[in-house]
């Protein structure tokens, strides 16, 4: 065992070994007992101030005596001091925490003489498990600023003396750092908020997350950490000197930071405590437990841990505003174009307003006092894509108290919403409305879904956040560079009343604030009220009425055939009118993609839309009845045989039996793709071929029938790591089968391997013969993945529909998704001799929503089949689930 050593002026410093050891062990004991009872007490009161502040504490006093120790006898009380930086400057050590320190040295010479000493006092620090992060400077280095260090330079902002020489420590706060940041000031905050605003970008601008970071994503702890280091630095720009703390943010920050602090440091002591380390990831079980442990809430109380989020991000939320109002006025580090594009957006100024740096300022504050002009200041907002500044903001704070004493009346409240909601920037503009509070003034329903949580991994966002998200996506749609955003932007484009569509998304959802098993009902009844109170007529109430009533129908139909005439027609004739076929087709478009960023795939966007345009032409022919090729006339047949004039008796031959959707699934050069490698089929039985898409795998296979055909491509392609999200089965007269399967690639084998193409196709070809052991690669593949819970318990739904089609039985089920499901169900069917006609496969979150058109001997599932069918389904998927 060693002994602490170090150096001073007479010669070296020795602490006798028995005495080294004794030291030890009494900080090793003092640290755990001390940290145990602290964990103790947490969990008994739920309070992460104390917490931290019990850490802190005892994170010192082992320093210190430390320093008495160690750093005293070396002759470090002179020229020397020991700073707090960083959270433990702030007093504010979480559990497992970095303990940020820094060894001031007056000069060189003190640096050089406490070398070791340092060393070694950092060295029984780590000893104790305790994480250190030590840094060395002079006094002169703290007054040289590093661009390529600006984290440091923050760091002072919290610098507190511990111990050692403290008229060193004060030369550096009390004169050095004042003269600093007020020669570097301004750099440093453009850089703090350039940082900030990259972080923010990292996280997608946005405080909704399923499982939020409590400290780096919008609104955590680091945000109120940028507001504050922003007000003082701001400050100090101004006093030349450090200012008084009470007077560094406004009073409305302070208002919403107090609560939202006490209980964002009490999650993220949770967090420390419950995962060990330092884990601020509020992750899915985390909600759960803190939820049922009462973290900052009252004991008495019972929330799920919907509710329980609910609280969370109403907290981020404000502290995240408060961050972005103090950054607005950090201009960015943006182009001259950008600059000039500032200036001409200056040029905007009139008679009630005046912008600066995209800023809205009143030309006459005491006019906020006039509704008009303060619901006029949003649909300026609205309009230019500008923001409300801060002086604003307070005006409009500080007479809401009697806005909400004396309300507008229902119609002029629609005559104030109106205009913002048909604006560019309506989305902005109306997440601006919503965190000052007036946005509940015209709608009071919202209260119902603000910050509401839907815990199902599917829905990213709140209910209220989602609304502005559709509105947001059907705004940006026309300037969007995908070309399905483009065709969505034109036929927004050709609405007469887009006003009554952004009204309808955002009260389509209130109903999932009032507890009840039917929302889109519940949010009928409530927007009846809302269209009451605000005057709208008798057709403006029936569009909207029909628009939230009937907001689930093309996601419904979606997992029907929708090449299906009857399909078509029944779907058409729910609609009524085109307008309305155009309305609810750009309400789903956005309602699917404000879910979360992959929930409108372009497999989606293409359905959606077809349907749409199916539904405006009104076909009238029946999906699965068969092609008779002799008799056959249509464009797409046509432009086939004139495209391969020396193919038409061998085409007709394969068409024979097909059924009529296939003409409209594929493009004719597909189809002749599809005949060669039926011409192929007397040379290699199995024809495959994969191709890459834009957004996925495609693989077109071509084969004999033969059971089981299509359960074991899907478990092959689930064994290489594949997620299937399409896929369609054909056969003609003649037996042959032509199965085309989309999926992704998980693990980026095939992207990333293009040598691996060979070997794929290889494989499911294996598989498809019987050469290849296909239980055994399964079984591989689930050893090869985790096995973590699954976050959302899905409860299994098998249905069965006989009248959605002429020729085949409709099987829809609902499972929960994992490796392997397709596979599985698919090996069912074939068991009970059913034939998959059509399967359209989707995912919501972790629910997997497979729908399949089967047939058994030509024709639909009996009653008797249908049971049996059922309960073999129901029987398979428990013991996957087990």
């Given amino acids: 065992m060693e002994a602490f050593t170090g150096e001073s002026a007479d010669g070296p410093i020795l602490v006798s070994m028995s005495t080294a050891a004794t030291i030890r062990m009494q900080l090793r004991d003092l640290y755990l007992s001390e940290s145990a009872q602290t964990q103790r007490d947490f969990e008994s009161t739920g309070n992460g101030a104390s917490a931290i502040a019990q850490r802190t504490a005892l994170v010192e006093k082992i320093l210190l005596r430390l320093w008495d120790e160690v750093i005293s006898p070396a002759g470090g009380a002179s020229n020397f ?162 200012p008084a703390e009470e007077t560094l943010l406004p009073d409305s920050a302070k208002k919403s930071f107090g609560p939202a602090m006490q209980f964002l440091s009490s999650v993220r002591t949770f967090l420390h405590y419950r995962q060990g380390r330092d884990d601020n990831m509020l992750a899915w079980e985390s909600q759960d437990e803190a939820a049922a442990r009462h973290i900052c809430i009252d004991g008495a109380q019972t929330q799920d841990a919907a509710a329980w989020m609910r609280t969370y991000f109403r907290h981020a939320r404000e502290v995240h505003y408060e961050c972005l109002r103090l950054l607005e006025s950090v201009p960015g580090s943006h182009s001259s174009l950008y600059r000039h594009f500032q200036n001409f957006r200056s040029r905007l100024s009139n008679a009630d307003f005046s912008v600066v740096n995209g800023l809205i300022l009143l030309n006459q504050p005491s006019a906020v006092h006039d509704p008009e002009l303060l619901f006029r200041i949003f649909g300026f907002a609205a309009h230019h894509g500008l923001k409300p500044a801060m002086s604003t903001e307070s005006r409009i704070q500080q007479i809401l108290p009697t806005l909400l004493e004396s309300p507008p009346s229902g119609p002029d409240r629609w005559r104030y919403l109106q205009p913002v909601l048909v604006e560019p920037h309506a989305a902005d503009a109306l997440r601006s409305m919503h965190s000052l509070g007036l946005l509940t003034i015209l709608l009071p329903e919202l209260k119902l879904i603000d910050s509401l949580v839907v815990r199902d991994f599917y829905h990213r966002f709140t209910v209220d956040e989602h609304s502005f998200l559709a509105i947001e996506c059907l705004h940006r749609a026309g300037k969007s560079s995908s070309e399905w955003d483009q065709r969505y932007g034109r036929l927004l484009e050709e609405l007469e009343r887009p006003d009554l569509l952004y009204l309808a998304l955002l009260l389509h959802d209130v109903g999932k604030g009032v507890p009840g098993t039917n929302h889109v009902l519940t949010s009928l009844q409530i927007a009846h009220d809302c269209m009451d109170r605000l005057g709208l007529d008798a057709e403006e109430r029936e569009t909207i009425a029909f628009l939230i009533g009937s907001h689930l129908e093309i996601s419904s139909v979606l997992r029907r055939d929708i090449y299906d005439p009857a399909t078509i027609e029944g779907f058409a004739e729910k609609m009524g009118t085109p307008e309305r076929l155009k309305m609810l087709c750009l309400l789903t478009y956005a309602d699917i993609k404000a879910v979360n960023p992959e929930a409108l795939t372009p497999w989606k966007a293409e359905n959606v839309w077809q349907l749409y345009m199916a539904s405006a032409n009104c076909m009238t022919r029946t999906a699965d009845q068969r092609l008779h090729a002799e008799t056959e006339q249509n464009e797409t047949l046509a432009r086939l045989e004139s495209t391969a004039p020396d193919s038409t008796a061998r085409l007709k031959v394969f068409l024979e039996g097909m059924p009529r959707r296939y003409l409209r699934s594929f493009r004719p050069e597909e189809i002749l793709q599809h005949l060669r490698m039926a011409d192929s089929l007397a040379g290699d039985p199995i024809q495959l071929h994969l191709e890459r898409g834009r957004h996925w795998f495609e693989l077109t296979l071509v084969t004999q029938d033969r059971p089981f055909l299509f359960a074991n491509v899907a478990g092959a392609l689930a064994a290489w790591g594949m997620n299937i999200v399409k896929a369609d089965a054909f056969s003609n007269a003649t037996g042959v089968v032509l199965d085309t399967f989309f999926f992704t690639d998980r693990f980026r084998t095939l992207e990333l391997n293009v040598p691996e193409w060979e070997r794929f196709q290889r494989s499911i070809a294996d598989v498809i013969s019987g050469e290849a052991d296909l239980d055994r690669m399964l079984r591989d593949r689930m050893r090869a993945e985790s096995k973590g819970g699954t976050k959302v318990k899905i409860d299994t739904r098998i ?78 998927l428990k013991s996957l689930s087990a």
């Fill in 799 to 876: 249905e069965f529909d006989d009248q959605c089609s002429e020729t085949s039985t409709l099987v829809q089920v609902i499972a929960q998704d994992r490796l392997g499901l397709l596979h599985r169900i698919s090996s069912r069917f074939s068991h009970q001799h059913c034939n998959i006609e059509i399967a359209l496969i989707d995912t919501e979150g972790q629910m997997a929503i497979d729908v399949f058109y089967l047939t058994s001997r030509g024709g639909k599932l009996n009653p008797s089949r249908q049971l049996e069918l059922r309960s073999d389904l129901l029987d398979e």
């Fill in 81 to 242: 001091a020991l700073v707090a930086l960083g959270g433990f400057g702030r007093r504010s050590l979480f559990p497992h925490s970095d303990v940020d320190i820094l060894f001031l040295h007056a000069d060189r010479s003190t640096e050089a003489l406490l070398r070791d000493t340092i060393r070694n006092y950092c060295q029984e620090l780590w000893d104790l498990r305790m994480k250190l992060g030590p840094t060395t400077r002079t006094l002169a280095e703290c007054d040289q600023f590093d661009p390529q260090n600006v984290e440091f330079t923050i760091s002072l902002i919290d610098s507190r003396y511990v111990a050692g020489d403290r008229e060193l420590f004060q030369r550096l706060h009390d004169r050095l750092l004042p003269r600093f940041f007020a020669r570097e000031g301004n750099y440093i905050i453009q850089q703090l908020a350039e940082v900030t605003r990259s972080r923010h970008a990292k996280y997608g601008n946005t405080v909704f997350h399923l499982e939020p970071n409590v400290k780096e994503a919008p609104g955590g702890l680091r945000d109120y950490n940028v507001a504050y280091w922003l007000s003082l630095l701001s400050a100090m720009d101004k006093e030349r000197s450090w």
